[in-house]
């Protein structure tokens, strides 16, 4: 049982979609031709039989119990990325505005969908200093608004906020996409979350939603029928076709970071302990390695820096893969490096990446 598999896998550092728990691939993998007491697999039943609908469930509740989601929140499991929530529908017909804090590219991508849907307003904008910080959540000018949209980690320049929000008035609406279940949050001081799973929970293909009730009235009948968050609670997410493998999948994740991990505390832990690792080697080496963040908002899920010079990027690129340090390339609009070490990266290849870091640098260092 996956022993040829483990040996052959790099260290995958891709930012999505990422690298999954090895334990969960094998558990999907010995039951792919037959779900136990199902007689096929999981891609070959209907999405209205009694075996899905109790996978269906249970991914619900071990969401419910991972995250301590509270009774008046539905979870929803739908398609179209997290692309598609841009577009969410909790504007329509309110008269509001929607808020935006500008922290870098996926909040910029958020607000542009959100300004064909209706007015918006930039309570804050990172641009001046390259998305390299974020704001004090507590101090932004807020107004009366139909919500305040957030990226909880911005995946590209890998800042991240460590805390929720902690202000009822606004009703805030976090993409959590590529940080998704990497510590406990406190659900309630969100009307919703979303989150694509290909980051840090699954398979492309299924994003989850958390949605307060009282918002889903805000689902207004002129919606297209897909976009209509309503829709999709009443028919319990099987408006249509679920993603029903990759639902199956962020079961299995979850189940993960319950009996393996034990819980998101001890995720958040090991997670603050693998990002430790690797900014330790940025702080003691800021000539060499420069990183993109300021120290107080650096992401646990993203590591961003840069070298000296693109020849050094390319030859450190080149060398990690060499080690089968996979997927390092920075984004294009940062450029230098880009380590993402979701949940399910071992600190193994954490260590293997900062044994990599020290050694180059006390070659290449002046
Ligand atoms: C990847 C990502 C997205 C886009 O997700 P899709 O599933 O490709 O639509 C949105 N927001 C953040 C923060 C991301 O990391």
Same mark, same amino acid.
């Given at each position: 049982?996956?022993?040829?598999?483990?040996?052959?896998? @790099?260290?995958?550092?891709?930012? #999505?979609?990422?690298?999954?728990?090895?334990?969960?691939?094998?558990?999907? $993998?010995?039951?792919?031709?037959?779900?136990? #007491?199902?007689?096929?697999?999981?891609?070959?039943?209907?999405?209205?039989?009694? $075996? !899905?609908?109790?996978?269906?469930?249970?991914?619900?509740?071990?969401?419910?119990?991972?995250?301590?989601?509270?009774?008046?929140?539905?979870?929803?499991?739908?398609? #179209?990325?997290?692309?598609?929530? !841009?577009?969410?529908?909790?504007?329509?017909?309110?008269?509001?505005?929607?808020?935006?804090?500008?922290?870098?590219?996926?909040? +910029?991508?958020?607000?542009?969908?959100?300004?064909?849907?209706?007015?918006?307003?930039?309570?804050?904008? *990172?641009?001046?200093?390259?998305?390299?910080?974020?704001?004090?959540?507590?101090?932004?000018?807020? *107004?009366?608004?139909?919500?305040?949209?957030?990226?909880?980690?911005?995946?590209? $320049?890998? @800042?991240?906020?460590?805390?929720?929000?902690?202000?009822?008035?606004?009703?805030?609406?976090?993409?959590?996409?590529?940080?998704? %279940?990497?510590?406990? @949050?406190?659900?309630?001081?969100?009307? %919703?979350?979303?989150?694509?799973?290909?980051?840090?929970?699954?398979?492309?293909?299924?994003?989850?939603?958390?949605?307060?009730?009282?918002?889903?009235?805000?689902?207004?009948?002129?919606?297209? #029928?897909? %976009?209509?968050? $309503?829709?999709?609670?009443?028919?319990?997410?099987?408006?249509?076709?679920?993603?029903?493998?990759? =639902?199956?999948? @962020?079961?299995?994740?979850?189940?993960?970071?319950?009996?393996?991990?034990?819980?998101?505390? +001890?995720?958040?832990?090991?997670?603050?302990?693998?990002?430790?690792?690797?900014?330790?080697?940025?702080?003691?080496?800021?000539?060499?390695?420069?990183?993109?963040?300021?120290?107080?908002?650096?992401?646990?899920?993203?590591?961003?820096?840069?070298?000296?010079?693109?020849?050094?990027?390319?030859?450190?690129?080149?060398?990690?893969?060499?080690?089968?340090?996979?997927?390092?390339?920075?984004?294009?609009?940062? *450029? *230098?490096?880009?380590?993402? =070490?979701?949940?399910? %990266?071992?600190?193994?290849?954490?260590?293997?990446?900062?044994?990599?870091?020290?050694?180059?640098?006390?070659?290449?260092?002046?």
């Amino acid at each position: 049982m996956g022993t040829n598999t483990a040996v052959d896998r @790099v260290f995958n550092f891709s930012a #999505g979609p990422a690298v999954l728990p090895v334990p969960v691939l094998e558990e999907a $993998q010995r039951d792919l031709l037959c779900l136990p #007491g199902c007689g096929a697999s999981i891609l070959e039943i209907s999405h209205r039989s009694k $075996q !899905f609908i109790a996978i269906l469930e249970d991914a619900e509740q071990r969401l419910r119990d991972l995250l301590a989601i509270p009774p008046n929140y539905r979870v929803l499991f739908l398609q #179209g990325g997290s692309r598609l929530q !841009f577009s969410m529908n909790l504007m329509r017909g309110s008269g509001k505005a929607a808020e935006f804090v500008l922290t870098g590219s996926w909040s +910029n991508y958020a607000i542009q969908e959100a300004k064909r849907e209706g007015q918006t307003r930039v309570l804050w904008d *990172g641009r001046e200093t390259n998305y390299d910080r974020l704001p004090n959540l507590d101090e932004l000018p807020y *107004g009366d608004s139909a919500y305040v949209h957030l990226t909880s980690n911005e995946t590209i $320049q890998g @800042v991240q906020f460590a805390n929720d929000p902690n202000l009822s008035e606004s009703v805030f609406v976090a993409d959590m996409s590529s940080d998704f %279940m990497h510590r406990p @949050v406190d659900v309630s001081r969100y009307g %919703m979350i979303y989150a694509c799973a290909q980051k840090n929970a699954g398979p492309a293909g299924v994003t989850v939603v958390i949605v307060r009730d009282d918002l889903l009235e805000r689902s207004d009948d002129s919606l297209p #029928g897909y %976009m209509n968050y $309503q829709a999709h609670n009443e028919a319990n997410s099987l408006y249509n076709t679920p993603p029903t493998f990759g =639902i199956y999948f @962020v079961g299995l994740v979850a189940k993960w970071l319950q009996e393996d991990v034990g819980g998101l505390a +001890n995720m958040h832990r090991r997670n603050r302990d693998k990002a430790q690792l690797l900014y330790d080697v940025l702080d003691e080496s800021p000539d060499f390695y420069q990183g993109h963040a300021r120290a107080s908002d650096r992401s646990l899920m993203n590591v961003t820096f840069r070298l000296p010079s693109d020849e050094l990027t390319k030859s450190f690129v080149h060398e990690a893969a060499s080690h089968q340090l996979e997927s390092l390339e920075g984004h294009r609009s940062v *450029g *230098g490096i880009r380590a993402s =070490i979701y949940n399910a %990266m071992p600190i193994e290849g954490v260590e293997a990446l900062r044994d990599l870091m020290v050694d180059f640098r006390n070659r290449h260092a002046n």
